[in-house]
């Protein structure tokens, strides 16, 4: 121990290594809008340098740096810069890395008030600011977690507990065995990570019902079966697909009248609610049980940073509660009661930091930008003859060649080209290249290179059919 000790406090005080970590980060951040979008091949082969049996001896900082620098940055995805619209990843600010930098050298345990005050604290506005944007009602309480998907099973985690409480059944001493059965309604569209959590939390998938989504994504209301106090109804603010919005207002109200829990998943839609022109994607949404939505997607905070909201706090608390002799709460806020962690990362430091920085205009004017910016897109795309397959009403666009050959090979043709990146899915049956615009960095000059990438693309393709 003494040995390597001595290292770590020479590290420590004489900071070289934080230099240049610094060096080598600002070098990326430099060259980062010009290098490939994706890696290439060689690449990420190249990564096989650092596959090696488990070391047995410890080796300098320096060269682990080294080794990042040398191997892995190279095979990385640039989505840092303007011209990645896969999945829905959303970029970074750079005061929330700043903030994160600066902070990760305090190493903050976010579990309890006890372990950090600063991230209970900070957890506490964050929270009273997201009721603010989104319009949630004041009752609402938040946890922070990973992402969307762990924000989803905390939510319904809570919605279990409660409806099986109300009528007398306690699914935290009791399980599931023998307990009354709770009617889960989601629809064909609803988010596999929704689907992975009913799973999770023993629903099991083929015991959900199932309602069919309309055209654009959206829960078909009227095939909404009867509601009641055993009702569980998964809604979403933003279709991956088609970024399409369900209608909330009626059926929160349906849901509120028959005493059934509403659950919302709103992993980047939620924002919606935070721009003047695009809010009334969201309306009705505050009439829900809780929610569930992304700081690293629409907000571009750094990764980690998933947010659950629910109406419920007892039932929140009481579906996630841990208790240990050596667990000190407090009477203030106690993150870990919120989440299904105890050591955590004091990610709330972060969204503070976003949050603070961007202010309530700076939101509205960034997620109010991806939708221009995707309208944009769209009408270039279809100027220049590809077909646009949803109605783009907020930031997800969908695309498509003449045919389904043709589509496939034009994605694989962006994708190889490094110029920019985007994914593929289906939609109604049909291949699709689909365009998610979620980063502060993405501008109108990266969407003209990005038209122009997708014309290289089929026109790569149309050369390739003629010389066959
Ligand atoms: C609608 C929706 N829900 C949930 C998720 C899962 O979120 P996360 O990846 O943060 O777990 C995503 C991710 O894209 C999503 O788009």
Not at 349 to 355: F, K, P, S
Not at 366 to 372: D, I, L, N, R, S
Request: proline share 3%; with cysteine.
């Amino acid at each position: 121990m003494k040995k390597i000790q001595e290292t770590m406090f020479k590290d420590m005080q004489d900071k070289s290594i934080f230099e240049q970590a610094r060096a080598y980060a600002f070098e990326y951040a430099d060259q980062v809008d010009t290098m490939r979008v994706y890696p290439t091949e060689e690449s990420i082969q190249n990564l096989s340098a650092l596959q090696e049996n488990m070391p047995t001896e410890s080796c300098d900082a320096e060269h682990v740096l080294n080794l990042l620098q040398k191997y892995a940055a190279p095979a990385t995805v640039a989505q840092t810069a303007g011209r990645y619209f896969g999945f829905v990843n959303g970029g970074v600010i750079p005061a929330a890395v700043a903030a994160k930098w600066m902070t990760d050298m305090w190493d903050q345990c976010g579990g309890l008030y006890l372990t950090s005050p600063v991230n209970a604290v900070l957890e506490s506005i964050c929270e009273q600011w997201l009721k603010e944007l989104f319009g949630l009602p004041e009752d609402t309480v938040a946890g922070f977690v990973t992402g969307t998907s762990m924000a989803n099973l905390c939510a319904l985690a809570a919605a279990r507990y409660r409806l099986l409480k109300n009528v007398g059944w306690d699914v935290n001493a009791q399980g599931l065995n023998g307990a009354p059965q709770l009617k889960l309604i989601a629809h064909e569209h609803t988010h596999a990570s929704i689907v992975k959590t009913l799973a999770m939390l023993g629903f099991g998938k083929e015991n959900i019902h199932w309602v069919p989504s309309d055209e654009a994504g959206r829960i078909q209301v009227d095939a909404v079966p009867e509601l009641d106090q055993q009702s569980v109804l998964i809604l979403q603010a933003g279709n991956v697909n088609s970024g399409a919005f369900d209608p909330f207002t009626e059926l929160c109200e349906r849901a509120e009248s028959a005493g059934a829990w509403v659950h919302v998943d709103g992993a980047f839609g939620l924002w919606a609610g935070a721009s003047e022109e695009l809010k009334y994607l969201t309306e009705g949404i505050h009439k829900a049980t809780s929610w569930a939505v992304d700081g690293h997607k629409t907000l571009n905070t750094p990764y980690d940073c998933g947010i659950v909201l629910c109406r419920d706090h007892k039932a929140m608390i009481t579906a996630l509660q841990a208790h240990g002799d050596y667990l000190i709460y407090s009477d203030k806020r106690d993150p870990l009661l919120y989440t299904p962690e105890m050591s955590k990362r004091a990610r709330a430091i972060e969204l503070w930091a976003t949050m603070k920085f961007l202010g309530r205009r700076g939101i509205d004017d960034m997620v109010t930008g991806f939708h221009a910016l995707s309208k944009y897109i769209a009408q270039q795309l279809k100027k220049a003859g590809f077909r646009i397959l949803n109605d783009v009403v907020f930031n997800q666009v969908l695309v498509a060649c003449d045919d389904a050959e043709q589509t496939q090979k034009t994605l694989q043709y962006i994708q190889q080209s490094g110029t920019c990146w985007c994914g593929g899915s289906n939609w109604h049956g049909e291949p699709v290249i689909r365009i998610s615009i979620c980063s502060w960095a993405t501008t109108a000059d990266d969407v003209d290179q990005t038209v122009e990438a997708f014309i290289r693309a089929r026109t790569q393709f149309k050369y390739d059919q003629t010389h066959e």
